[in-house]
């Protein structure tokens, strides 16, 4: 059976009519006219006319199909298979149950009406006769019992429902819902939603697609007994990785008051490690929200697990947010000088050490060495290397740079005049973004002596710092030399010289990251050291470099977490799981080796969404989701325009080709016919 | 009075500035190449003209000479006693013609006939005139007297194109009348089956009689310059045909082609003399182009 994903496409073949339209309009006017004699077209006249009458109709009518075929192939026509071809059942009542069990249904009293509304569904069906599903969702939905007519084992399901923490999606639950009963030969098809219907779980629905005409939906809205509600997080932001610089951390969150009475007091608690940190108290207006922010120094290295929760008074259970922020040491810098020397501003390593560690304060800590002194257990101790016009390096200290690289580590290069380019290139192959040609001496069309920085790439970790006004200006810095490059192809150019030649660039090397600036920090080839943006780009780019490596500490329920080889994992009840599992609960779930020792500590939150009560009226959903009867077949409908369309572009784009290959062999014929057709 | 709708002085004129009359022997109707058969009774004078080296000084005239101390050539016009028939078709077909401004064909062949005539009058030829369609519709016999001439012409400008060409039919009933040998000068559009022409003609050369065709056809027919679909009315039957001239323009060209070489073979194997002539042409070119022809062949 064929259907359209575009229907209203074939109102276009209406434009048949055009071509019949103009072979009236153009046909030929017979003209009439005496002649002396007929005796020498007679025998040909009527054969010649025949000839032209049936050429012309048959013009015509490869004109109608090239419109026809035209219509159908924008109308994206696909083969569908008729209802009940592949059933394997029949059934008088098929009845699909999509169980809401998101975070809102933890509501006191929604998970006994859930269980409660769920086997009333299946009661109301006859065994053995009628069929039944049931589909249970937070965040996507998952079909926990397919159509069958054991309805004992469907009301055994019901009877494990319990609501989790994942977000409501009834969107995708009531299409997973029609696409469990499309095929399906039974005289009433039913899906029963049962949920709270959360406002912000419908928001979802774009209004896309319908379901099937004989798909009746009822929806069963729960309500939880009590009607107090507390202000809950709605928001919620913390840092996943950071640098120990003894810099205060920002910590955040939106608390909303979806009450109809004011929230006055609520607190607001940091608690870090178990122990509470600090409390800050926020009042709220019915239907508003207040953001609470905490200012925390980590200096502890390692993980620093918390959490900052809102409870309206004693006794309740209050909406919280987990975090573990990370902290790692000061990132390790080895600063490799190609030019040392005595005195300071000769030395290539000069400015960018004196970048690097200002101050005590400095999170990176650094080491500098000469090039050909260095050894490969001093790389591979080190987060991110410099080589501050280094040429080439010794053979093993380059392996020593790979495997820093493939384990995350960061190699940023400044080539300068100390580097030859035939040696770099060879030395450096493998790991350099780039190779290099040839020294350039800046000649701008403006007629100054140096260039300088443009296109830069704001939206770069490193260069985002500098993307809003008055966070500094990356064309001061003028270049008067840099390296001319070569096979950037497969790397990712983050700026420019004002001649459009790459100034700074990165690629990818395992899990690591190289980057490279095509003009060394000397007084020599530009003035970069010495203006006010040189220190925070800088530091920008050895955090990206280092920090690659960071892993992320923060999931929500329903991930997967990960784990490492042999390692076990420790849920927030204390349960111990051997494998790598989906997280449900919110808390801190705790990885440890192999070894039994702790390895991480990620932090799990629930949907935050779930907590605004606001519910959508269930005739809403019903009137959007239903089919009138008699509205257009294919149109809207679930089967035909969603799961369908997709497996007809895949099983049935042939149809869509044979239509196309088929409009060009029409085309082609016209042209022929066309052309020998007489038009006189 | 010839009007000068159908007799065209200055095509007469230019022709006789040709001086072909000198030349055009009774029964070849050229003179000049050979001597005629048919020498009359006498020999008018005609002109003087200066000498020139290489004429005969027998045709010196002293006299002349004697008064004006110069060579004078005395010229003369000979008279002959040939028969000379002007056959024309009147038929229905023979009243086409493309454009409307120019001649049918039954207009074109009258001129031809009455140029003729005319310069048969003045070669003291006997000029005679036959109009026919399926039939014989005029016959008036050779005449040598300007009263004859005037009768041929006013025949011609009076005839109208008449129903379904039969030419076979009405060349054998003339040719069953004629006693004396003469020229048969036949002007049609030959528009029936050659077979039948042919046969009729070849009855003209069994009695002795010399034989020339005109086809007079127009240049509608000939190059069939339609380009629309068209509804085609014969003008003979009245048949009508729905033609698509693009189409069909090939195969009426090929077809005339074979009807002519069917006409032109035929009478080239009766030994008659055939010229194609196209209405749009002018008429002197028509008659200087076949004179010229006939004087070539002696």
């Known amino acids: 059976m064929i259907s359209f994903a575009n229907p209203y496409f074939l109102l276009a073949l209406a434009g048949i009519a055009a071509p019949v339209l103009i072979h009236y309009l153009m046909r030929d006017h017979i003209k009439r006219a005496v002649f002396s004699t007929a005796r020498f077209f007679n025998r040909g006249a009527t054969v010649v006319i025949r000839h032209k009458k049936f050429r012309e109709l048959f013009l015509i009518v490869l004109r109608c199909l090239v419109v026809a075929i035209l219509a159908c192939i924008f109308a994206r026509p696909f083969l569908r298979q008729k209802s009940g071809v592949n059933t394997p059942v029949e059934a008088g009542t098929a009845r699909v149950v999509v169980a809401d069990v998101s975070g809102s249904m933890r509501r006191e009293g929604l998970p006994e009406a859930l269980k409660k509304e769920a086997l009333a569904a299946f009661d109301s069906l006859k065994q053995g006769e009628d069929e039944a599903a049931l589909i249970a969702f937070a965040g996507a939905p998952g079909v926990r019992e397919p159509l069958g007519k054991d309805l004992a084992e469907r009301k055994e399901a019901a009877r494990a429902l319990a609501a989790g923490y994942g977000g409501t999606n009834l969107p995708d639950a009531l299409r997973k819902a029609g696409e469990l009963l499309r095929g399906i030969r039974a005289a009433h098809k039913e899906i029963v939603v049962i949920s709270d219907f959360p406002r912000q779980g419908w928001r979802g629905y774009k209004g896309d697609w319908k379901l099937a005409e004989d798909v009746k939906v009822t929806l069963r809205p729960l309500r939880p007994a009590a009607t107090r509600v507390s202000p809950c997080i709605v928001e919620a932001s913390a840092p996943g990785s950071l640098v120990l610089d003894g810099q205060p951390s920002s910590l955040a969150v939106r608390v909303a008051n979806f009450s109809g009475e004011p929230c006055k007091d609520a607190a607001v608690t940091l608690a870090l490690k178990g122990r509470e940190a600090e409390t800050q108290r926020v009042s709220i207006r019915p239907g508003g929200t207040a953001s609470v922010r905490f200012r925390h120094v980590f200096d502890t290295p390692g993980d620093n697990p918390g959490s900052i929760s809102v409870g309206a008074g004693a006794g309740e259970k209050g909406s919280v947010f987990y975090f573990n922020a990370r902290t790692l040491p000061r990132i390790p810098v080895l600063l490799l000088t190609g030019r040392p020397s005595a005195n300071p501003q000769a030395d290539a390593a000069f400015f960018i050490g004196k970048a690097i560690a200002p101050g005590e304060e400095s999170p990176f800590a650094l080491k500098v060495l000469a090039a050909e002194k260095v050894t490969s257990q001093e790389i591979a101790a080190a987060s991110v290397v410099i080589l501050a016009d280094v040429g080439e390096l010794p053979a093993p200290v380059i392996g020593s740079l790979t495997t820093l690289m493939q384990r995350g580590g960061g190699v940023f290069f400044l080539p300068g005049a100390n580097v030859k380019a035939e040696a770099f290139n060879a030395a450096f192959e493998s790991l350099a973004p780039c190779k290099l040609r040839q020294v350039l001496a800046a000649r701008p069309a403006s007629g100054e002596s140096a260039e300088s920085l443009m296109r830069v790439d704001f939206e770069h970790p490193v260069f985002e710092v500098f993307s809003a006004p008055h966070h500094g200006d990356l064309t001061l810095p003028k270049f008067a030399k840099y390296w001319e490059t070569t096979d950037t192809q497969l790397s990712r150019v983050l700026a420019r010289f004002g001649d459009g030649r790459p100034a700074i660039l990165e690629r990818e090397r395992g899990k690591g990251v190289a980057m490279a600036m095509m003009s060394a920090v000397d007084a020599d080839w530009n003035d970069f050291a010495y203006q006010s943006v040189f220190l925070p780009y800088l530091h920008q780019t050895l955090r990206y470099l280092a920090v690659r490596g960071g892993q992320r500490t923060a999931y929500s329920s329903g991930d997967v977490l990960p784990l490492p080889e042999g390692g076990t994992l420790k849920d927030p009840a204390g349960r111990v799981h051997p494998a790598a599992e989906a997280a449900v609960e919110p808390g801190f779930y705790n990885a440890t080796n192999k070894n039994g020792e702790p390895d991480f500590c990620y932090a799990v939150n629930g949907n935050f969404a779930e907590g605004d009560p606001a519910a959508v009226a269930p005739e809403e959903i019903k009137a959007a989701i239903e089919r009138v009867p008699g509205e257009a077949e294919g149109g809207f409908d679930l089967a035909t325009t969603t799961a369908a369309v997709r497996e007809g572009q895949t099983k049935d784009g042939g149809l869509w080709w044979v239509l196309l290959c088929g409009l060009l062999v029409l085309t082609m014929a016209e042209l022929a016919v066309g052309n020998k057709t007489l038009r006189h | ?298």
């Not at chain 2, 000049?32 to 200066?50: I, T």
């Not at chain 2, 039939?135 to 011609?156: G, N």
């Not at chain 2, 010399?210 to 039957?237: R, Y």
Request: aromatic fraction near 10%; hydrophobic fraction near 40%; charge should be neutral.
């Open chain 2, 1 to 298: 009075m010839v009007t000068p709708s159908i007799l065209d002085y200055n095509v007469l004129a230019r022709i006789d500035s040709m001086q072909m009359l000198a030349k055009v022997v009774v029964e070849g109707f050229v003179l000049g190449l050979h001597r005629s058969p048919y020498r009359g009774f006498s020999v008018e004078f005609a002109e003087y003209r200066q000498y020139s080296p290489g004429d005969e000084v027998k045709h010196v005239d002293w006299k002349v000479y004697g008064k004006t101390d110069r060579y004078y050539i005395k010229q003369f016009e000979e008279e002959t006693n040939l028969a000379c028939y002007l056959v024309v078709d009147a038929s229905a077909s023979m009243g086409y013609r493309f454009a409307p401004e120019g001649l049918t064909k039954l207009q074109y062949a009258s001129q031809i006939a009455a140029c003729l005539a005319y310069f048969m009058m003045r070669q003291r030829d006997a000029a005679g005139l036959m109009l026919f369609d399926t039939k014989i519709r005029t016959a008036l016999p050779p005449r040598m007297r300007q009263t004859h001439l005037k009768r041929i012409l006013s025949a011609l400008e009076q005839a109208q194109p008449g129903g379904e060409t039969d030419i076979a039919g009405p060349l054998h009933q003339l040719a069953e009348g004629l006693k004396r040998k003469g020229l048969i000068i036949l002007i049609s559009d030959l528009l029936d089956d050659p077979a039948k022409i042919i046969s009729a003609l070849q009855h003209f050369r069994f009695q002795g009689h010399e034989v020339i065709v005109f086809q007079v056809l127009d240049n509608g027919e000939l190059t069939f310059p339609f380009t629309t679909m068209t509804e085609f009315t014969d003008l003979e039957t009245g048949r009508k045909t729905m033609i698509s001239p693009e189409g069909m323009k090939p195969i009426y060209l090929k077809e005339l082609r074979q009807f002519l070489d069917a006409c032109e073979k035929g009478c080239a194997g009766i030994h008659a003399d055939y010229k194609m002539l196209d209405t749009s042409k002018p008429l002197e070119v028509a008659l200087s182009e076949y004179l010229y022809r006939r004087s070539r062949l002696g």
